[in-house]
């Protein structure tokens, strides 16, 4: 339901004084970089492509498709680590640093909320920035294997096409077939970027650190997320469970909205940064 200007103060109002309150979680999800330049799946970029998100069983059981993802992801990652952090990720990291936010849970894979300064950054879905070998298990920085993959590829480039969430860029199928993928300097292994595939499980050990982050807030924040995938709505199910207070910043309704204390269906960047503004003044 549309708000009108009257009731979406009065709900920026309680936002405020909530946040103010101290011992912020905040749960982001790609709404809070759609700002950025960096496209979702769900949201209003969402519903305009047609490209669906590599899953792990394809990536991980086709040398076609490892092939399809690494060409386009190769030049797709330059839009990604070109991408700035935009007023919603430092209004976060300036509320974090004033001792309001006590941790940030994102489902992000970008690195904006650590380019915009902030710390104690729970990566839910791993980061872009790192290469996993799927036999060793070695990881290594992104643009190392950016480095070799030009390299065995010379003269293979391209302008990119629409860049997708997870940040490949669309490719015609015959530059797609004469790209060369590299495997693990190591071992020899396939490489994987080191982020959690549609399909694949989150590892254990970071989902309970989340669970325990949650179990700690006096407010659950979610940022820019329909909460559509249990993966981040699971948080917001625990905290209620909890009776931990829930407050919900989105363009659009969410999974969780049923379950939110406040819920402002807003623009990210504006709302939080008045929210900053509003509990950070300048000195």
């Known amino acids: 339901m549309i708000q009108t200007a009257a009731e979406t103060g009065s709900t920026f109002g309680l936002l405020t004084d909530l946040v103010a ?3 912020v979680v ?3 999800g790609a709404g809070l970089s759609t700002e950025s330049g960096i496209p979702d799946y769900r949201g209003e970029s969402g519903r305009k492509r047609q490209a669906r998100p590599m899953t792990y069983q394809t990536f991980v059981g086709s040398a076609a498709a490892r092939r399809r993802y690494w060409a386009r992801s190769h030049l797709g990652w330059r839009h990604i ?7 919603g990720h430092r209004a976060v ?6 001792g309001l936010v006590a941790g940030i849970i994102t489902q992000n894979v ?4 650590q380019a915009a300064g902030a710390s104690d950054v729970v990566e839910l879905h791993g980061g872009l920035d790192r290469v996993r070998c799927l036999s060793c298990g070695e990881r290594s920085p992104r643009h190392v294997l950016h480095r070799r993959l030009a390299a065995a590829n010379p003269g293979w480039d391209t302008a990119a096409g629409e860049i997708n969430p997870d940040g490949d860029a669309d490719l015609d199928d015959d530059l797609i077939e004469s790209f060369t993928i590299v495997d693990c300097g190591g071992c020899g292994g396939v490489l994987k970027p080191d982020v959690i595939f549609f399909g694949e499980n989150v590892p254990r050990v970071r989902v309970q650190e989340c669970y325990a982050m949650t179990e700690r807030a006096a407010l659950l924040l979610v940022l820019g997320s329909s909460l559509t995938v249990m993966s981040g709505y699971r948080f917001v199910r625990h905290a209620a ?3 931990i207070p829930i407050a919900i910043v989105n363009q659009g309704p969410t999974r969780g909205d049923a379950q939110a204390m406040v819920t402002l269906d807003a623009p990210l960047g504006p709302t939080l940064g008045a929210l900053a503004a509003e509990l950070c003044p300048a000195t």
């Open 26 to 28: 905040v749960l982001s």
């Open 21 to 23: 309150d101290g011992g």
């Open 81 to 87: 680590t070109g991408a700035l952090p935009n007023t």
């Open 110 to 113: 970008d690195g904006l909320h």
């Open 241 to 243: 469970e909890l009776a």
């Open 93 to 98: 990291a300036e509320l974090q640093r004033r």
